[in-house]
């Protein structure tokens, strides 16, 4: 469990990558819209009170001149105060306080007068001048039932205001604000001043102090929103993290399995293709190295076997000749030595067993050679026919002497072959050689070649007793005589034969059937060709 949350892991950074991606691009989201919305109040606010200061500033010039008038610029300040939720002051030229409202609170009153009705059916009725209509709260104002001009009712009309609008309330002068409904004082940050009458020279200033507290309501609202939203983002964005950090690491964490349990040795297990492209095609890798690597260890250790078997089977075949060497000596130093007949018959049969050692290594050197890549094929254009004929001929006296028959079939055109013409004619002379050997008397040998294409075909074919099936997939392999272990020979001319074919880049064939003869065939590239591998 500590090692699935390890914070150093792909999942802990995936997940905290996430995390941290959501909570600042909210944060900063969060900061740049608060800060825009805080900026585009206060703009508009400025504006708007600036506007209010020039408007009451109008209204103020008819209390100013010809002398100002305490009591109706006190009652505009309270009017206009009570209207824009602002502190008002009136000042003079010189800048002395004329009238002040004082500081706003939550909420405002002012009274309401209206005429009264008729006292009998046709009687006249007072009518009040619009600008008595409402009357502010001043240090006259009435704390009784009665007060006022005369023939008019009157009302106490009650403001509470919010960031989201005003709520008014009627009630008779003597009431008081309902419960929870106190005033509450604002801060002020905002001020607009404008001038009273020319602007030049003016009579006085109107000066209006204002808060900001709709503008913070809202940016505190949507605060706390971006807060919430925040929030929100980085569960959701832990949650995602989650789930993607385990969709990539779950392929990685099989990933490194696999690689352990390939360098334990068991390169038979596979890494599953799986999550995104980049971790598919290293799986694909991953998997293709270890089908190397296996198919590498299997050939060694096929290598292995077969230079254990190569070992054996050397040995075996030097064994014989150097066992029958040795017995002749032993003859020749005792009973044979007064013999001349025993003598000469000894040393020809040990001549023969020389040749056969010498015949034997040079043919495993050459073998060895053409395995290793050390013979350098000399190459030269040369006439197939004449190198078909040219290991024939060494052949003709041996076939007859034991009544074989040897027949060519050169078809026409053959022209020149690309090729070291000294192995190809080897080849050949292996398996003419085999051919004799393996035919009974009165037997027929067919040697031909033909041209297909960019290639040659030469077989040799005889009506021998026919190769086992159980032997042909053996026969090309080195010391390998097949079921017929009484037939002379040491088991490596095919293998040379193969090896010749492969180092031309063609490859060789074989067609048997047991009573029906064999036919090898060698198939050769006309302008000669790399090593098959």
């Known amino acids: 469990m500590r090692r699935f949350w390890r914070i150093r892991s792909i999942r802990g950074w995936l997940i905290g990558s996430y995390l941290l991606l959501s909570v600042v691009a909210v944060g900063i989201t969060g900061v740049l819209t608060v800060s825009l919305l805080r900026a585009y109040g206060i703009r508009q606010e400025e504006a708007v009170l600036r506007a209010n200061a020039e408007s009451v500033a109008r209204q103020a010039r008819a209390f100013m001149e010809p002398a100002p008038w305490p009591e109706g610029l006190t009652r505009l300040a309270y009017a206009t105060a009570f209207l824009g939720n602002a502190r008002v002051r009136i000042l003079d030229a010189q800048g002395r306080v004329l009238a002040d409202s004082g500081p706003p609170v939550g909420g405002g009153n002012v009274l309401w007068a209206a ?3 008729p006292a009998a059916p046709g009687a006249g009725s007072i009518e009040a001048p619009p600008w008595v209509s409402l009357y502010l709260p001043g240090p006259e104002s009435p704390s009784e039932p009665g007060w006022g001009p005369r023939g008019l009712r009157w009302m106490r009309i009650r403001q509470f205001r919010s960031p989201w609008g005003s709520r008014f309330h009627f009630e008779s002068p003597a009431g008081s ?5 106190e005033a509450t004082e604002f801060v002020l940050p905002l001020t607009a001043r404008a001038p009273i009458g020319d ?8 000066e209006l102090q204002a808060g900001v507290e709709p503008s913070l309501e809202v940016i505190a609202a949507t605060t706390r929103a971006f807060t919430l939203a925040g929030l929100g983002a980085a569960f959701l964005a832990g949650l995602l993290g989650l789930a993607v ?3 990539l690491s779950r392929p990685i964490r099989q990933l490194a399995r696999a690689a352990v349990q390939m ?3 068991d390169l038979k297990v596979r890494a599953p293709e799986a999550g995104p492209v980049e971790l598919r095609h290293l799986a694909a890798e991953l998997n293709r190295m270890a089908e190397r690597l296996q198919a590498s260890f299997e050939a060694l250790a096929r290598e292995r076997d077969a230079l254990r078997h190569f070992i054996a089977d050397a040995s075996h075949q030097l064994r014989t000749p150097l066992t029958a060497l040795r017995t002749f000596l032993e003859l020749l130093q005792g009973p044979a030595a007064e013999d001349p007949e025993a003598r000469v018959a000894f040393l020809a049969e040990s001549q023969a067993q020389v040749d056969r050692l010498a015949w034997i ?3 495993l050197l050459d073998l060895s050679r053409l395995e290793g890549g050390l013979i350098q094929l000399e190459w030269a ?9 040219s290991a024939v001929s060494i052949f003709r006296e041996a076939a007859a002497r034991k009544g074989l028959t040897v027949e060519l079939e050169l078809s026409d055109g053959l022209g020149e072959i690309l090729c070291d013409r000294w192995r190809v004619e080897m080849a050949l002379s292996n398996l003419l050689d085999n051919a004799v050997k393996f035919t009974p008397a009165g037997g027929r040998i067919i040697v031909g070649a033909r041209r297909e294409e960019s290639m040659v075909r030469i077989w040799v074919e005889d009506t021998g007793p026919g190769i086992d099936p159980e032997d042909l997939p053996h026969i090309f392999e080195r010391f390998y005589r097949g079921r017929n272990a009484a037939a002379a020979g040491s088991g490596l001319g095919l293998a040379i034969v193969r090896w010749i074919a492969e180092a031309h880049g063609g490859r060789v064939e074989v067609h048997s059937q047991p009573g029906q003869g064999s036919r090898f ?7 000669g060709g790399a090593p098959s591998s």
């Open 177 to 181: 604000p309902e419960a929870g409904e």
């Open 115 to 117: 005429p009264a009705p």
């Open 245 to 247: 950090s385990e969709a």
């Open 361 to 363: 290594t040079q043919n």
């Open 381 to 389: 254009e040369h006439p197939l026919a004449d190198i078909v004929r």
């Open 521 to 527: 065939e060698l198939i050769l590239p006309l302008h």
């Open 199 to 206: 602007p030049q020279a003016p009579i006085g200033y109107v």
């Open 263 to 265: 360098g334990e040795g």
